[in-house]
């Protein structure tokens, strides 16, 4: 305390009345002090007088409680928190700053606030208990929660709730777990706790969503949707939805049709429309690869029966006949045979094809055609049998691209059924076998092995079959032996562009055969067209047809009483030896013995016709039919037989002419030795 001053007032205070309290130096130092006498020590500042009216009337001893005023407060006075400056008190809980900052946020506030001012997160903080934020919360750190986050209320309606920004391109929201068990984890639920479930509740939504096509605006693109079918069943469906301008479309909708049973509707109308089947496809269907069906396929109702397939009505499909196991074409007329397996799943198709064809109500005026598709064929130890008319078997490119091919020797095709086409069907070496007498055949470029076309297979019983009256009609065809009704039977079609070999055509070495049918440009081994070794006959048409010895006809006793046209043949043909050859000739060629050869009888018209020694009634024969421009050998033209017919510019190659008998005639006639003979 600085030096206090004596102003003469110990009379004012006497006893032993102390004035006790503290003060501090101009250092700032605080000292006690203790007065015994006021009148020692009284500030010379001090309103004397004032203090003698403070002081009068307090008793000796006494303490003093009361105080005439505070901070211009009188009478009984509380201090509180308004009575410290704030802008000169130094040591105080609240900055100006913080009190500045605080008067920002009064009011009813809008929008975002933004925290960071407030809330120093540039370093780990820790928060502890329950804490509830009433407005939106940025986050310039990251911020690590040890618990669970509650964000707004079941009462707050503001959107969005989370809110999640991000300028990168990866794991924007990342959930994980460390759980190895076999439970799921992390899990994303969205719950929709609103009270009982109805009918067309749409429970949660994932939407994706960038600016339209102007950049003005956000629009959702794609969407995956969480929906109610019907409640009272529990019964829901998950859909995803794409956008097409400004039309949704629900492309795929995943349902639970059953408490067991899910399905799936793809294109469907409308957001709730359930599917009527395991797999509803609303629309077209379009297959790359193969499809594997383990159940039935139903058409109206129906699962078909078997060899059906489904088939367009115009406005829905319906099951209807055709072959199995692959068929894929069938009109109302037709039945195409896929052949895309192996060779036995082939035959069995091509059974199966003919088997619905006679379904099909075939007639002369709705004809069947099952169509064969490029392919073998092995129908075992059988045969194709074609016993139905008006059924058709026709290969896919007219070529003979249908083979039946099993090494059973029995195992071709047999054809019972008379009106019936058939064309571009190989049976190898095995008989492609048809009946007897079946005059509306019709087989086009076909082929088979011996015994083919309506002949003899020449086998011991009872695997054995006899030749047959040979009347279709046959065009570039192929056989091996005694095809075309040989081996005993007769060829009564027409025949074009066909080839058998050695006794085809009518023809037989027993004898009794006939070939009476047309004959275009076909060829054969010997003893064809009727020919053979005893007693066959060719009268037929015959043009452009070629054969080997003892054809047309030929061999011992023969008739050759057909009208034949360029016709070639060998040795004892067109009648020979002892064979008549009663027929019309026009430019036809023979070996020896041909055109009735030795003790044969050559009456009928022959122009422009060649053979070699005993021919055209040769030795000891009968020439007496007429001839123009001929030439035969040594002993032709009735040698040491009669000549009896009339000959015009005929030739001998060897020899001279028989004298003429029974008004035969020879004009301009050279004989072997170049010799003119006219004879009348």
């Not at 308004?82 to 809008?110: C, E, H, M, P």
């Not at 079941?154 to 924007?172: G, R, V």
């Not at 009518?506 to 010997?526: P, R, Y």
Request: glycine content about 14%; proline content about 2%; some cysteine.
């Amino acid at each position: 305390m600085s030096k206090i001053k004596n102003y003469g007032l110990d009379s004012l205070l006497t006893g032993t009345e102390k004035l006790i309290g503290s003060d501090s130096d101009s250092s700032g130092t605080t000292k006690n002090y203790s007065i015994n006498s006021i009148s020692d020590y009284i500030y010379t500042d001090l309103d004397i007088g004032s203090i003698e009216n403070k002081l009068a009337g307090i008793e000796s001893g006494a303490q003093v409680n009361t105080v005439d005023s505070v901070n211009t407060q009188t009478g009984d006075v509380v201090l509180d928190a308004d009575d410290i400056n704030d802008a000169t008190t130094t040591n105080k809980f609240t900055s100006q700053s913080d009190i500045d900052r605080l008067a920002n946020t009064s009011g009813t506030n809008t929008g975002d606030q933004d925290l960071s001012n407030y809330v120093d997160l540039t370093t780990n903080q820790t928060i502890v208990g329950l804490k509830t934020f009433t407005q939106d919360v940025n986050m310039s750190q990251d911020l690590s929660v040890g618990s669970q986050i509650t964000v707004g209320s079941l009462s707050n309606s503001q959107n969005p709730a989370i809110y999640a920004k991000t300028s990168n391109t990866s794991e924007n929201i990342l959930l994980e777990s460390s759980d190895t068990g076999a439970g799921s984890a992390p899990d994303l639920v969205l719950y929709r706790n609103a009270g009982i479930p109805e009918d067309q509740d749409t429970l949660g939504v994932v939407e994706f969503k960038t600016n339209n096509i102007n950049g003005n605006s956000s629009f959702v693109w794609n969407g995956i949707y969480s929906r109610v079918i019907d409640a009272s069943l529990q019964q829901s469906a998950l859909t995803l939805t794409a956008f097409h301008g400004s039309s949704s479309v629900v492309g795929l909708g995943v349902h639970s049709t059953s408490p067991s049973q899910g399905s799936v509707i793809i294109n469907s109308p409308s957001e709730f429309a359930t599917p009527n089947y395991t797999l509803d496809i609303r629309g077209d269907i379009g297959v790359a690869n193969d499809i594997t069906i383990e159940g039935g396929i139903y058409a109206d109702n129906s699962l078909g029966t078997s060899g059906q397939i489904l088939s367009s009505t115009g406005t829905g499909i319906e099951w209807v006949n055709s072959t199995g196991g692959g068929a894929g074409l069938e009109g109302t007329q037709y039945i195409y045979v896929q052949a895309d397996g192996t060779d036995t799943e082939n035959a069995t198709e091509l059974q199966s094809a003919y088997n619905t064809a006679k379904t099909m109500s075939p007639s002369a005026t709705n004809r069947i055609t099952v169509v064969a598709g490029i392919g073998n064929y092995d129908f075992g130890s059988s045969s194709f049998d074609m016993d139905t008319e008006y059924i058709d078997l026709v290969s896919l490119d007219g070529n003979r691209s249908v083979v039946f091919n099993s090494s059973n020797s029995g195992a071709g095709i047999f054809v019972s059924a008379n009106d019936v086409f058939i064309k571009g069907v190989d049976t190898q070496s095995k008989p492609f076998r048809i009946g007897d007498n079946l005059n509306l055949l019709k087989i086009e470029n076909c082929k088979g092995g011996s015994a083919s076309f309506g002949g003899q297979n020449n086998v011991p019983p009872p695997n054995s079959f006899s030749a047959v009256n040979i009347s279709g009609t046959f065009t570039n065809c192929e056989g091996g032996l005694r095809s075309f009704g040989g081996g005993g039977g007769t060829a009564s079609g027409t025949f074009i562009d066909c080839i058998g070999e050695n006794q085809s055509f009518g023809s037989s070495d027993s004898g009794n055969t006939l070939a009476s049918g047309v004959f275009e440009n076909c060829k054969a081994g010997k003893n064809s067209f009727g020919g053979g070794l005893n007693s066959n006959e060719a009268s037929g048409t015959f043009t452009n047809c070629k054969a080997g010895s003892t054809s047309f006809g030929g061999s011992f006793s023969g008739i050759a009483s057909g009208n034949f046209t360029n016709c070639e043949s060998g040795f004892d043909s067109f009648g020979g030896d002892s064979g008549t050859a009663s027929g019309t000739f026009e430019n036809c060629q023979g070996g020896d013995g041909s055109f009735a050869g030795a003790f044969g009888t050559a009456s009928g018209i022959f122009n422009n016709c060649i053979a070699n020694t005993n021919s055209f009634g040769g030795d000891f024969g009968t020439t007496s039919g007429t001839f123009n421009n001929c030439q035969g050998g040594d002993g032709s033209f009735g040698n040491r037989g009669t000549l009896s017919g009339k000959l015009y510019y005929c030739r001998l190659t060897l020899g001279t002419f028989e004298t003429i008998s029974g008004g035969g005639v020879t004009v301009l006639c050279i004989d072997g030795n170049n010799q003119i003979n006219s004879q009348n």
